[in-house]
């Protein structure tokens, strides 16, 4: 019996050293952005502040320098929404049309431009930089909030395809048979029969493309707005250019703000992430 | 014959992805592989050179700086997550309470953005602020710990970093992998008085080969287009020393403007991929049907 007990320490001890491990930047990150700008220059940003202030927060929310503008992460902040939520919504309607089509009108070459799709989600992002250039050029929306939206939404379709078929080839081929008995057309069996068993993948395919779209930071930089660039590229650049002075509570406290969207999703959708993740994981 | 309108209907819905598939995807592909043998500097260029690109990428120094990285980088990223991953499963499967706390902090840091991991990170690492400092002011004024600074060690320093981000998906990937293992096999192993590790190493694991492969191709693909990790914790510093080859990519495209040489470069990313990919994949398919 005590062995066991022993065990069992010793299992809580491995465990409870990992999650140090793990939590040790986000505990470094909320210490060091309640600090002042002396005190992080006095001691460590690890240790304890002797004296909590809001300030670098609110600085960086409102006030943070990203080469010459100093708005603060704002702007790019809400930049960031308004790309992100159009592209969640193309992407994922199209993806769901897309799955349809390739779980239930099947045919050889609906198969043939699945695997095309699937296979050509590996490859390199840094291989569409150029022509992507181009293409935006060609229709007039290079380094604008439409260019963005455009990028996401085509390179959001991959997935969100995969995840809509995926689970709808596991739905009985009844309905639709039972359906078109019926007289219902192609678009009515999608709208009135396949979409409303859809919510719970249409909230996986929603959380993990939003997720993808936030925390993008290639695309970002190449294709965003000067002033206007989604979230990550102006928190890197905030980061990487603030001159004279290091305000490290403040960067810091930058960094924190970016990150919280996507980290209270994770907390209040958790599953859906991780559903997301390992059925994505199991496609290939 | 004549489609039904159904058909006709599905084929329509199906154009944007078309769309997407033959230009977006293997068009543009093909298109970067087209520019790599042309004489493109700043902007796309016809004038077709032959290899004459590749002959400059193989001679240039940074590049197989950034070459081997992406493998330093990579075999210690696999390592560290497969090892690290499965560990965590194992001893998750081995707790009675709740693993719900536990399980939420190895995976939060999935949610977060390489940028913020590498940030975090670099600040963590960073000798004026971080670690070195803390130890230093505890009365230790010698201490030194500069990896992040240090050519030959700031290449790990990122490994290091993307392991914290990639280790929880692993880790979710073998627990539930482990947990649909049949429950006799323990019933079994307790009569014959098998210590647990060794049902796990010799017995468990072993079953788990299709688990492994999708972790081993996500990790794959993870380090072939590690980019932002990279720009935020050292961008590619002290000098190149820890430059990979996207960030390469990105740099000789936008910055030097030497577009050709970027995309030789990125084919040779590709090729690289599919060579390790392509025998592996061959390799586990045969198993299986063997």
């Not at chain 1, 019996?1 to 793990?22: E, I, N, P, S």
Request: overall charge positive; hydrophobic content about 55%.
């Amino acid at each position: 019996m005590r062995h066991y007990a022993h065990r069992t320490a010793l299992l809580y001890g491995a465990l409870f050293v990992c999650a140090l491990y793990f939590l040790s930047p986000l505990y470094v990150m909320l210490v060091a952005s309640f600090k002042t700008l002396a005190e992080v220059r006095g001691s460590s940003i690890i240790s304890l502040p002797e004296v909590w202030t809001i300030q670098p927060w609110i600085k960086a929310w409102s006030e943070a320098c990203s080469g010459l503008e100093c708005n603060g992460i704002r702007p790019y902040f809400i930049a960031t929404f308004e790309i992100a939520i159009p592209a969640v919504a193309f992407s994922v309607l199209l993806g769901a049309l897309n799955g349809y089509v390739m779980a239930k009108w099947r045919s050889r070459s609906a198969d043939l431009i699945f695997t095309l799709l699937l296979v050509g989600s590996f490859v390199p992002l840094q291989l569409y930089l150029i022509p992507l250039a181009i293409t935006l050029r060609e229709l007039n929306i290079y380094g604008t909030t439409a260019g963005l939206i455009l990028i996401h939404t085509v390179y959001g379709i991959p997935l969100t395809t995969m995840l809509f078929r995926n689970f709808y080839v596991a739905l009985p081929d009844e309905l639709v048979r039972a359906a078109i008995m019926d007289g219902a057309g192609f678009f009515k069996i999608f709208f009135s029969v396949i979409l409303p068993l859809s919510p719970a993948i249409a909230i996986v395919a929603v959380i993990l493309v939003f997720s993808g779209i936030y925390n993008d930071f290639l695309f970002a930089l190449t294709f965003g707005e000067t002033g206007k660039r989604p979230i990550m590229a102006a928190v890197q650049n905030i980061v990487a250019s603030s001159y004279g002075i290091k305000e490290y509570n403040v960067n810091i406290a930058a960094v924190m703000i970016s990150a919280l969207p996507t980290l209270l999703l994770f907390l209040v959708a958790g599953r859906f992430f991780v559903r997301g993740l390992t059925q994505g994981a199991l496609k290939g | 014959m004549r489609m039904s309108a159904n058909r006709i209907k599905a084929w329509l819905v199906l154009i944007p992805c078309i769309v997407v598939v033959f230009y977006f995807i293997w068009g543009f592909a093909a298109y970067t592989a087209y520019l790599s043998v042309t004489k493109s500097t700043f902007l796309p260029d016809h004038e077709f050179i032959g290899t004459a690109n590749y002959r400059v990428l193989f001679d240039h120094h940074r590049w197989w700086v950034a070459y081997s990285n992406m493998f330093i980088f990579g075999g210690l990223y696999l390592a560290g997550c497969l090892a690290l991953g499965i560990g965590l499963a194992i001893l998750l499967d081995r707790l009675t309470g709740s693993e719900t706390l536990f399980r939420t902090i190895y995976l939060y840091p999935m949610s977060l953005s390489l940028i913020v991991t590498g940030l975090a990170w670099q600040w963590i690492l960073n000798p004026t602020i971080g670690i070195q400092k803390l130890v230093r002011d505890a009365g230790y004024p010698d201490f030194k710990f500069n990896w992040v600074s240090s050519p030959d060690h700031a290449i790990l320093t990122v490994a290091f970093a993307a392991i914290w981000h990639g280790t929880g998906l692993i880790m979710i990937l073998f627990l539930s992998g482990i947990k649909s293992v049949d429950p006799e096999i323990w019933k079994a192993s307790r009569i014959d008085r098998i210590p647990a590790w060794r049902v796990y190493f010799n017995i468990i694991l072993p079953q788990l080969r299709a688990t492994l492969l999708t972790a081993v191709m996500l990790l794959g693909f993870q380090v072939v287009r590690s980019f932002d990790v990279v720009v935020a914790l050292t961008d590619g510093g002290p000098g190149y020393a820890s430059d990979v080859p996207a960030r390469y990519v990105f740099e000789y495209f936008f910055e030097r403007g030497r577009i050709g040489q970027g995309s030789a470069a990125a084919v040779v990313m590709v090729v690289t991929m599919i060579a390790i990919v392509l025998p592996y994949l061959y390799f586990e398919v045969r198993r299986k049907e063997a």
